[in-house]
């Protein structure tokens, strides 16, 4: 017995209602949601299968059902609409999966309640996910038996798959009719389950002769029948070969061949597997394979070609090709297809909404073209701070301490005999901490009908470039908002600083400042810093001012030679314009001072954006989030003059 982790796909079995059980005034019904009965299965990836559901209570979460699990209309989950009443309670009993549902008192609700009081409307289907299993290859079908599994949902559907699951009736059930697919038997065979004693003999009396019956005539053939299966036979292939992408010629030769549909499955594959390895080299001897899931290839073939119309790349990157000309809806109905949904009749609407609120791959697309958006709007943004700056980011959003360490260890004379005498160093310390910032956008589902790439991709620029804009106003506010400095709480620019100055751009300002910034000291008072000025920060105005001034010229005279020619690399900036346009700043370097700090939370580096559907019913929602932080820690590098 092999045991595995199952995915979390939403799959669906079948139960039943019992109407004797119906209490009006409540509006309330019990239910039989599962007795575990074998149902069988088939998928692309393990072909046909029969599946068991264990009623262990260690092996059932039934935390969502107590929690007011929806009623639905059939499954569907993505309208308002198709929810008709809540899971009031719900528990295992023996074999049974049992349950009270409570019907909504909305108008379009009523005609079902009453079916349901009447006993024509007694199925239900339980949607539920598969978290662990156990399988058994021994038999002739492989069985898989959940052994850890949640249901999700209760629907009223029309036609039961477990039959012995339903509306609890308050007589006692008699016979129980089910498929036996536990044992190697024809299909046409029924095990019932036990009778009370006294209806025992009656009811052996009338299935014999039952039985005795169906063996002496042949059932007449329904015409009807046959051709309605025909035509099932015919459709499932032309589907599985569309899904494999395989010419249709090659579906309607199996269709016209009268192969049945199990050996057309088997055709198919072959098929593709031939096609996803034509051209490949043929090597003799041991073979090792790394294939890729096709799912995932068609999935970044899908993204490729949205990232070409979006201008991120070119049409011959990647798979960007093979959807060229596609829609968002074509994409949406191929994602919808491929996790085993039948898009056949539905309306655009429908399609859109269960591509946005399913466990299908097209959020997963539409969130990733966003987050390539995001990055490249993010990035093309001019961030004329950066020269100025360095980067700590942060493992969380408390406060973080930073450490100056300073004084001077000068050596001393060590005599004959002497002792070693200790040196004394100094230390001071400030924190600072990040602060979580965001935005929400919705991606409706009319965006992707009308396949409108352009705005989804617009609206995520738009927050990129709004991201890249809030740091720059954090940044620059340090310096134009004359912020507290981190190490000993003072304004950046104050007297006690020896960081400010007056005059115009010129020999004698300039010559002012790089005396004062040389002049510093550590915080101890007394090491020399001897800080190199390197950029000078202008507001426009200046631009042209500084321009002249540093321009290289061969003046006649050596009195006239301009001894800062080159000397400054120049940051223009309009943020400064707003504070003083007479007003500019030198800014310089040392190994050890700190000029500007950010940082963002460790593992992220800037923004980024989670989509999540379900939450708004018109489509899918994308929260951007922005953990940032900054400081000025230490004095220093900067110097400010009035300009005047």
Known sequence: MRERTMSTDLLQTRAMFAPDTVNVDERTVDVVWTTGSQVKRSDWARGDYIEELSLSPDAVRLDRLNK?????????NFSLRSVLGVVERAWLSGNEGRATVRFSKRAEVEPIFQDVRDGILRNISVGYRKHRTERD?????????????????????????????????????????????????????????????????????????????????????????????????????????????????????????????DAARAAIIDAFSAKAHAGQPKTMGSRVEVTEDHGEKRAAAMLDALEARSGFKSWDDGGAREYRGTTLLDMARECVERSGVNTRGMSKEDL???????????????????????KNAYGEERQTWQPLARQENLPDFRDMSMIEV???????????????????????????????????????????????LGYITRTIQILGRGVAVFEANQMWGL??????????????????????????????????????????????????????????????????????????????????????????????????????????????????????????????????????????????????????????????????????
């Open 68 to 76: 007011g699990a929806p009623l639905l209309d059939s499954h569907e």
């Open 479 to 644: 310096i134009t908002g004359n912020a507290k400095c981190m190490m000993d709480g003072v304004a950046l620019f104050h007297a006690s600083h020896n960081n400010t100055g007056t005059g115009v751009i010129g020999e004698t300002s300039i010559s002012a400042a790089r005396q004062a910034m040389r002049a510093q000291k550590g915080f101890d008072g007394t090491t020399p810093l001897y800080v190199e000025p390197r950029y000078i920060l202008l507001p426009t105005t200046l631009e042209t001012a500084f321009d002249k001034f540093n321009a290289t010229i061969t003046p006649a005279q050596s009195s006239n030679v301009n001894v800062f020619s080159g000397y400054l690399q120049k940051i223009v900036e309009p943020r400064l314009d707003a504070s003083s346009t007479a007003q500019f700043y030198i800014v310089g370097d040392y190994p050890g001072v700190d000029k500007l700090v950010y940082g963002y939370l460790e593992g992220e580096g800037g923004p980024a954006i989670e989509s999540v559907s379900g939450r708004d019913p018109d489509g899918v929602t994308t929260y951007l989030r922005h953990s940032f932080g900054c400081t000025v820690p230490q004095h220093q590098a900067f110097y400010r003059s009035t300009g005047a």
């Open 352 to 374: 859109a909404g269960r591509a946005m609120h399913s466990t299908t791959d097209f959020p997963l697309l539409l969130t990733s073209i966003q987050r390539v958006t995001l």
């Open 406 to 452: 300073g004084g001077q260890m000068l050596p001393e004379e060590l005599k004959e005999g002497g002792e070693y005498k200790s040196g004394t160093i100094r230390e001071t310390k400030g924190s600072w901490k990040l602060t979580e910032y965001g935005k929400k956008v919705v991606v409706g589902r009319r965006l992707i009908i009308n396949d409108n």
């Open 137 to 261: 290859d021994s038999g002739q079908v492989p069985v898989e038996r959940a052994v850890d599994w949640e249901p999700y949902e209760l629907s009223l559907v029309p036609i039961p798959a477990d039959a012995a699951a339903q509306v609890r009736s308050e007589e006692p059930l008699i016979m129980n009719p089910e498929t036996d697919l536990s044992k190697d038997s024809p299909m046409d065979e029924t095990r019932m389950q036990e009778a009370p004693a006294e209806a025992r003999g009656a009811e052996a009396a009338v299935t014999t002769e039952t039985q005795v019956e169906t063996r002496a005539a042949a059932p007449a053939v329904d015409v009807e029948a046959v051709r309605a299966g025909e035509r099932r036979r015919a459709t499932d292939i032309m589907d599985a070969c569309r899904k494999a992408g395989l010419d249709p010629e090659f579906g309607q030769q199996l269709i016209a061949d009268g192969t049945p549909i």
